[in-house]
């Protein structure tokens, strides 16, 4: 399923979407999860992000993915995210495709955001199960047949069962597929028997595309057939996961497994502290450290104090990843 020709139309934005809300390409290759840069409680680091852009663009990636989980999405003010979506799409200026996560627990809320991201230039809206109380998979379903009406964009669907505590179920994404303005999964479950099951649906929807969200298994998942990866460590090495995407592409197994021993060197970062949210500090440390964006984090948590970040400093020093044969 990869093409690597394929990704390069992508990136110079050509790729767009035809009549109904089919995709004319499939969305593959890199898509970071962006972080989204803070100065405080409720304040964009406005040229932290233009940095943090600029650097993911430069180095090769198919698209950039905000309001995610990585992003802290819904932990955000509406006005605060309204402000990260129009500048986004003012900085990225349609050389790469922009994905907006529109998650949350209100109906209203979540087509107010998609309205905001068709307004401000977006290319495809981004949705796990709304969390809090669990749906049942009926009730799901019931959902998105109300919800994709009134969405001015496409939707990704996000499988994130670990923290919505609702999976997509295989029966209610067979049932997704039969509506056009659906276009892909983001799958975040770590469950490659899950993954390897939805490759078995896509030949209901050629034109699905389906990206694995733990960078750990982004080889693995290309190999089996899926069609790239929406990688946090994008965010820090963004050339170091697309290369490895084309590698897997392109069958080489002797530089895939170089580059995947790389980025799972990445994963050292994440490992710093002891809770959850230790996989955002570690990577709002690194950028703050490479002077790409402050690493305010949203509350309830806060950023890694000195010793922590004394340790991110060494791990980066130690990843002076040069090239790969």
């Known amino acids: ?20 809300g089919r995709m004319t390409n499939n969305y593959q290759g890199i898509i970071p999860p ?29 698209g950039i993915f ?38 949350d627990t209100a109906f209203v809320e979540s087509v107010q955001v ?44 996000y499988n994130m069962p670990s923290l919505t505590k609702v999976q997509y179920e295989l029966e209610t994404l067979r049932r997704a597929m039969d509506n056009p303005r659906i276009i892909g999964l983001k799958d975040s479950s770590g469950n490659m028997t899950y993954f ?20 750990e298994m982004l080889a693995d998942a290309v190999f089996a057939g899926g069609h790239g990866g929406v ?3 994008a965010n820090l090495f963004p050339r170091l996961y697309v290369d490895l995407f084309q590698a897997a592409c392109a069958g080489d197994i002797a ?6 021993a790389q980025v799972m060197r990445v994963g050292d970062l994440y490992r710093i502290g002891r809770y959850s949210s230790a996989i955002i500090k570690g990577l709002k440390c ?16 806060q950023r890694f104090r000195e010793p922590e970040r004394a340790r991110i400093q060494q791990l980066l020093k130690e990843m002076n990843f040069g090239p790969t044969p």
């Open 286 to 301: 690194a950028l703050s450290l490479q002077g790409i964006c402050d690493d305010c984090m949203a509350e309830p948590f």
């Open 66 to 103: 905000i309001l995610g989980t990585t992003g802290e999405g819904p932990s955000l003010g509406y006005r605060l995210r309204r402000e990260l979506i129009e500048r986004t799409c003012q900085l990225v200026r349609r050389r790469v495709r922009v994905l907006v996560g529109i998650t």
């Open 231 to 233: 990688s946090g460590g």
């Open 255 to 260: 530089r895939t497994r170089v580059l995947h």
């Open 1 to 20: 399923m990869c093409n690597i020709v394929h990704v390069t139309i992508l990136q110079d934005g050509i790729a767009r979407f035809g009549h109904h």
């Open 196 to 215: 390897h099951r939805v490759i078995g649906l896509l030949p209901h929807r050629p034109d699905w595309s389906l990206l694995i969200g733990p960078e």
């Open 114 to 157: 998609a309205r905001w991201s068709a307004d401000a230039g977006a290319d495809a809206v981004v949705l796990a199960p709304p969390y809090y109380l669990p749906e049942a998979q009926p009730e799901l379903q019931e959902y998105l047949e109300c919800l994709v009406p009134e969405l001015p964009l496409p939707l990704f669907l």
């Open 34 to 62: 962006l972080v989204t840069p803070l100065t405080g409680r409720d304040a964009l680091d406005v040229a932290g992000l233009e940095r943090l852009v600029e650097h993911v663009i430069a180095g090769g990636v198919s």
